[in-house]
């Protein structure tokens, strides 16, 4: 079934040609040629043209045709690499040149806001705005950009006579001429309020444009507004034409016309505190800031806010408040009764609960606050365990050593380290985890860094073979195996084992360089337990042991033999007879409680 073709597609419809008189012979004897009617070599002779150039003839009918019939490619046609290139280019081109109009109108920005904000600090009156670069852009208007709030609220609310209207209606129509659209005097706008909260914080009169008081400046008022006695036209107009001598008169000259709620009297300040002059000119910027609608919406762009934002954290910082304030509203207070109903449910359920189903269970309780409330509980419950467990330290290095067996991708890594010190004492990579194997690293151990008298390794089949344990024998060192099925007993190798495989991810696991890291574990780290020095330097430094250990295993094959009359395990009769001779020579110490951070360094 043929493709529809759409709807602004041009259609492939090839109309017959019409072949011309002079090529007509031609057309027929190649059309002879190609259905073999006819040889190349009659054909040339009837035309009178040599063969090879009638084959030639015939050739180009032939690849014609093939070109015709040939399936043409969907979709548009490909560009070429050189086209592709060039539009990645100009597209790129022009992200970078938007990014740099932006940058470009962001400096500008920030440096007119910068320029408003130290005129304002050195007292000068804002800056005219001026005719942008382009002939059609309209002329910004600065008629009402430096008006006080204050002066326009009583200047709209003075009544004046039919002089002063006269001159105000000659005013308006100069001031409507250069502004397209005059706005109101009335000072109802967010941010007069806020100028006025922000000098009433500050407990300062208005500003003025070039330090004398700010004048009533005459605007378009309601025509209820300018009907009045003769009386108040006269002061008004006295008071248009006087000038104050100095600042000092402005807080004690009083400004006709109604006071407004906003308006505050100015209390006396000592000019020398620096801490009041500071505030008074930070409060002043920021009226004028949140007055002026072009400087509010200048500096709203330069700090990447809205102008209603920029609104809202200067009322926050006119009134002392924090700007930013958490989302969302604030957690209702919950009963003591409740909370301790919450905590007594997760201790007696070991934690498990959820806190969807605490919610339920203890009425007036979030699920929220149901988790808060277990997360407290559970960090106690742990503190209890740690202070509640039995810290066993090894007092001097050399005493007990540990050993296991780490699996690799190809084969095992057997390590050996002290109890007391975190230093290995020997790495041997082994194709095979078997009796052999150990007593081979073990005897290489033992005689590298001499026998301990203890050796603490797992339950493995081959730690108990005859290999191993004839090689203990012959260095008089003690075997120490843990319970069963209990891995924390050997916490510590584990811990190690976990140290080890870290530093092996990191290189080649399949052909580790054990080596390697021995030196960089041993060498290299200083750890603060260790008073920031490294396992070696501790090692290096340690007492040699002159305990008798023929003695030493008699003691113990003693105790043991009366923990098992008493009925006890000869495993765990072992090991309490070995706890018990290590402590008894203070080279084993048993703590509980919390273990301070003084504790845990090795002196």
């Known amino acids: 079934m043929a493709r529809r073709r759409g709807k602004n597609e041009p259609s492939t419809y090839q109309p017959r040609q019409s072949v011309p008189p002079e090529v007509a012979d031609r057309v027929e004897l190649v059309r002879a040629i190609l259905a073999e009617r006819l040889t190349i070599s009659a054909a040339a002779e ?34 070429s690499t050189r086209e592709r290139e060039l539009e990645q280019q100009v597209k790129r081109l022009h992200k970078e040149n938007a990014k740099l109009h932006e940058q470009r109108q962001a400096a500008d920005d920030m440096m ?33 950009t430096d008006k006080d709030p204050e ?59 070039w330090g ?52 505050t009297a100015t209390p006396e300040r000592d000019s020398e505190d620096p801490k009041l002059e500071s505030s008074t000119t930070l409060t002043r910027v920021l009226a004028r800031i949140a007055t002026i609608p072009e400087q509010s919406r200048r500096a709203a762009r330069v700090l990447g806010i809205g102008g209603a934002t920029l609104q809202r954290w200067l009322g926050r910082l006119a009134l002392g408040q924090p700007l930013h304030r958490s989302r969302g509203g604030s ?63 090894v007092t001097c290095p050399g005493v007990v050593r540990g050993f296991d067996a780490m ?29 052999e194997q150990v007593a081979m690293a073990l005897n290489d151990d033992f005689i590298r860094h001499g026998p301990p008298l203890v050796l603490r390794f797992d339950r493995a089949r081959c730690h108990d073979a005859e290999p191993v344990a004839s090689l203990l024998r012959a260095f008089d060192v003690l075997p120490l195996h843990g319970p069963a099925y209990y891995p924390r007993y050997y916490g510590q190798l584990e811990r190690q084992n976990r140290e080890h495989r870290t530093w092996l991810n990191q290189n080649d696991a399949s052909d580790p360089p054990l080596a390697a890291m021995i030196t960089a574990l041993n060498r290299d ?21 002159g305990d008798d250990r023929d003695e030493l295993r008699e003691e113990v094959h003693q105790r043991a033999a009366r923990r098992q009359a008493e009925g006890i395990t000869p495993d765990l009769a072992m090991r309490l007879a070995i706890e018990q001779a290590l402590t008894k020579r203070g080279y084993l110490r048993i703590t509980t409680g919390r273990q301070s951070l003084c504790e845990q360094s090795i002196a």
């Open 212 to 263: 004398a008081p700010p004048k009533p400046r005459r605007a378009s008022t309601p025509t209820s507004a300018r009907v009045g006695s003769a009386d108040s036209a006269s002061e008004s107009r006295k008071t248009d034409s006087e000038e104050p001598a100095s600042e000092s008169a402005t807080s004690t000259t009083k400004e006709p016309g109604p006071v407004s709620e906003f308006s």
């Open 112 to 144: 007119g806001a910068a320029g408003e904000i130290i005129r304002s600090l050195r007292g000068l009156p804002p800056r005219p705005s001026s005719r942008t670069s382009s002939p059609r852009s309209p002329r910004t208007s600065t008629a009402k």
């Open 46 to 79: 009837q035309l009178g043209i040599a063969r090879v150039n009638m084959q030639t003839l015939a050739h180009r009918a032939e690849a014609a045709i093939i070109a015709a019939l040939t399936p043409r490619p969907s979709g548009p046609p490909a560009k």
């Open 151 to 209: 002066s326009d609220l009583k200047s709209a609310t003075a009544p004046t006579t039919k002089c002063d209207s006269e001159e105000l209606a000659s005013e308006s129509r100069k001031t409507d001429s250069e502004e397209p659209a005059p706005e109101s005097s009335t000072p109802s706008t967010k941010t007069d309020i806020l100028s006025r909260q922000v000098r009433a914080e500050a407990g300062e009169a208005p500003p003025s444009r």
């Open 525 to 545: 780290w200083r750890r603060p337990t260790l008073g920031w020095r490294t396992a070696e330097e501790v090692w290096v430094a340690r007492p040699l042991l």
């Open 407 to 435: 699996h690799l991708p190809r084969g095992f890594a057997l390590v050996a380290a002290d109890a007391h010190v975190p230093f290995r004492t020997s790495a041997h990579h082994v194709p095979v985890y078997n009796a």
């Open 331 to 393: 957690r209702a207070p919950i009963e003591p009764a409740a909370d301790q109903a919450v905590r007594a449910q997760v201790r007696s359920l070991a934690g498990m609960v959820g806190a969807a189903s605490l919610s339920r269970h203890v009425p007036g309780v979030s699920r929220r606050a149901a988790s808060c409330i277990k997360r407290d509980e559970l960090a106690a419950l742990e503190r209890e365990r740690k202070v509640e467990c039995a810290r066993v330290k």
